[in-house]
T-cell receptor
Framework: DAGITQSPRHKVTETGTPVTLRCHQT?????MYWYRQDPGHGLRLIHY???????DKGEVSDGYSVSRSKTEDFLLTLESATSSQTSVYFC????????????????FGPGTRLTVL | GENVEQHPSTLSVQEGDSAVIKCTYS??????FPWYKQELGKRPQLIID?????GEKKDQRIAVTLNKTAKHFSLHITETQPEDSAVYFC???????????FGAGTILRVKS
């Protein structure tokens, strides 16, 4: 597996509390992504980053914010968690240099299971 | 934006039979289509991918076909084995950026 870790791996929190999930990579890849996975919806992109301090919204960004102050770390914050944000969250990374295939594979982290009560 | 539909949502096959999963996409500018496999409790991992200038690609027991005119692509697994049991996701690259849109997933069960 590519050098990607996520912390925490499991978290239970209450509605209205702030939550921050961390993604850490040791591959020095330029692109980093946050997805949420829910039954029947596959993987949906929340936010992504194309460099330090460069981020953009994905499909389901409402209620989430991100920050990337270093190449290796990408933080996802739920300012005020809601029960609808109960999900499994995956971080992914990809390189920026175009590969022989013309596109670069996204490598996923181990995931964080978040439960909002 | 891009939208990807995936069918069927569940698929049960007998060991040794073939399995086919189909996806359609909406953005005709999409040019890259990967397939990911996710075993229970694990992370998604790339198993095969295809670019829009290629109609078919094979890797041992798995193959992917692409029909650009119809905007659909399919995953074919031959001689299925119990270890093929997993959730499979198709995806399409957005026109801009290194972003993927995923299908909802197919649960494949291979019965021995």
């Amino acid at each position: 597996d590519a050098g990607i870790t996520q912390s925490p791996r499991h978290k239970v929190t209450e509605t209205g509390t702030p939550v921050t999930l961390r993604c850490h990579q040791t591959e020095n890849h330029r692109y980093m992504y946050w997805y949420r996975q829910d039954p029947g919806h596959g993987l949906r992109l929340i936010h992504y980053s194309y460099g330090v301090k460069d981020t953009d919204k994905g499909e389901v960004s409402d209620g989430y914010s991100v920050s990337r102050s270093k190449t290796e770390d990408f933080l996802l914050t739920l300012e005020s968690a809601t029960s609808s944000q109960t999900s499994v969250y995956f971080c992914a990374i990809s390189e920026s240099k175009v590969s022989l295939a013309g596109y670069n594979e996204q490598f996923f982290g181990p995931g964080t299971r978040l439960t909002v009560l | 934006g891009e939208n990807v539909e995936q069918h069927p949502s569940t698929l049960s096959v007998q060991e040794g039979d073939s399995a086919v999963i189909k996806c359609t996409y909406s953005d005709s500018a999409s040019n890259y289509f990967p397939w990911y496999k996710q075993e229970l409790g694990k992370r998604p991992q790339l198993i095969i991918d295809i670019r829009s200038n290629v109609g078919e690609k094979k890797d041992q027991r798995i193959a992917v076909t692409l029909n650009k005119t119809a905007k659909h692509f399919s995953l074919h697994i031959t001689e299925t084995q119990p270890e093929d049991s997993a959730v499979y996701f198709c995806a399409a690259r957005w026109e801009y950026g290194n972003k993927l849109v995923f299908g909802a997933g197919t649960i494949l069960r291979v019965k021995s």
